[in-house]
């Protein structure tokens, strides 16, 4: 396989439900390697449940999610696709980073030993090599003198940027980001909008539900227009933002624009 093509995600036809409520309604996007798609959509549909889905955080009841071919949460045996192992599974969000809105980093652990914590634990790099891999990732976003610092002793933008260099930490070909500064401090979310613009050079697969349409205008390629749990408009962010065909996503631009 090309490197071209490390990342490339196919969401097909999925669906989730929670008891009654259908979370996600034939769900099917192509979400190329390398590309920056950015989901967008009112409170309540399905943005963040379909994220959850692709690193198999949420279970899918019908449909299939694939990256590079490989099908997430299943092995396929004659023809039929059956749940994998929990360490099997592990193993495979390697390749799928997930930055939450609330950073969940571990408070009793140092910036530092919440970076190589994952690497080490799962014998991916020598302890030696995690910490420079480390210093490496905290100097890309922008915090190497606070890598002794407690998550208490950060910034609400402090902590989302250690949360990105700890998903950078095992390599990942996909970094998946829930609403990401949606926590913060207005003054603060500009820090973490610099170091998700700068990932989006490296060629990194990154799939980012935002409400911040102005970002997504400068970084997306793609965008992904979500309500009541299906995808009511999908294409480049420039057709999507200035020339949306369905009168649902018109709507929503003009009250958010």
């Known amino acids: 396989m090309s490197t071209a093509a490390r990342g490339n995600i196919i969401i097909n036809q999925v669906y989730k439900k929670y008891g009654a409520h259908l979370a996600l309604q034939d769900i099917s996007l192509n979400i190329p390697g390398g590309s920056v798609t950015v989901i967008i959509g009112p409170s309540g549909s399905g943005k963040t449940t379909l994220l959850r889905t692709i690193n198999h955080l949420e279970k899918v009841d019908n449909g299939f999610i694939q990256i590079d071919g490989e099908f997430i949460g299943y092995k396929n045996k004659g023809n039929k696709l059956y749940e994998l192992a929990e360490k ?51 100097e890309i976003v922008g915090l190497s003198d606070k890598i002794n610092a407690w998550p208490k002793q950060l910034s609400g933008g402090q902590q989302q940027r250690v949360a990105i260099a700890r998903a950078l930490a095992l390599d990942p070909k996909v970094i998946l980001f ?77 009250r958010v624009l």
């Open 88 to 138: 099997d599974l592990l193993k495979q969000r390697e390749s799928v980073g997930y930055v939450f809105q609330n950073f969940n980093l571990f408070p009793h652990l140092t910036v530092l030993q919440n970076i190589i914590e994952a690497p080490i634990a799962r014998k991916l790099l020598s302890k030696a090599d995690a910490i420079h891999k480390a210093k490496q990732l905290l």
């Open 178 to 254: 829930d609403e990401p500064t949606s926590a913060l401090d207005p003054e603060l979310v500009g820090d973490v909008l610099n170091v998700i613009r700068d990932l989006a050079r490296l060629g990194k697969t990154l799939v980012i539900v935002t409400h911040e349409i102005a970002f997504a205008r400068e970084v997306a390629d793609y965008i992904v227009f979500m309500d009541q749990g299906r995808v009511i408009e999908q294409g480049y962010t420039r057709q999507i933002l200035e020339q949306a065909e369905q009168q649902r996503t018109r709507d929503f631009l003009s």
